[in-house]
């Protein structure tokens, strides 16, 4: 039997990482790129903004409480989108890494029952900003155990 010790060891040194390319927004615009996970029922999320220039206006990390990674995404992409509005960005790209949520919010699939409010509050916010974007990542950040 392998103790917990050795076995994180291995889980470590088989990692990799992909470095990803992060384009800047066009001027006058913001970013918002936002990102939600749980482990084991207990979700989390966070984003950070950055101006045209890529400089840093700020971030954010959230406990979820219980949930899906689904519903973690959601949240943590509404809590960014609202902060932004409330500080009168009103020029907004978002990115998020979740086809789910995109399609929801193009309206390309059925939103699941449990992510409707966040995903229609969303919507209401998309709708009566004319100048907000929804975009995915050009690649995805990954840290995956080989």
């Not at 990799?16 to 999320?45: A, F, R």
Request: charged share 20%; with cysteine; aromatic share 6%.
């Amino acid at each position: 039997m392998v103790g917990i010790g050795k076995l994180l060891e291995r889980r470590l040194s088989e990692r990799s990482t992909i470095l990803v390319n992060w384009n800047k927004p066009p001027p006058l615009y913001v970013k918002l790129n936002t990102d939600g996970s749980c482990i084991h029922g207990t979700c989390g999320g966070g984003g950070v903004v950055r101006d045209a220039l890529g400089r840093f206006i700020m971030a954010f990390t959230m406990p979820l409480g219980q949930g899906t990674s689904n519903s973690a995404e959601a949240s943590s992409f509404l809590f960014g989108l609202e902060w932004c509005i409330r500080k009168g960005y009103n020029l907004v790209i978002g990115e998020t890494d979740s086809m789910l949520l995109q399609n929801c919010i193009n309206d390309t699939v059925s939103t699941p029952w449990r992510l409707e409010e966040t995903v229609n509050n969303i919507k209401k916010i998309v709708m009566s900003k004319l100048d907000i974007v929804l975009e995915k990542p050009t690649k995805l950040l990954i840290d995956w155990p080989l």
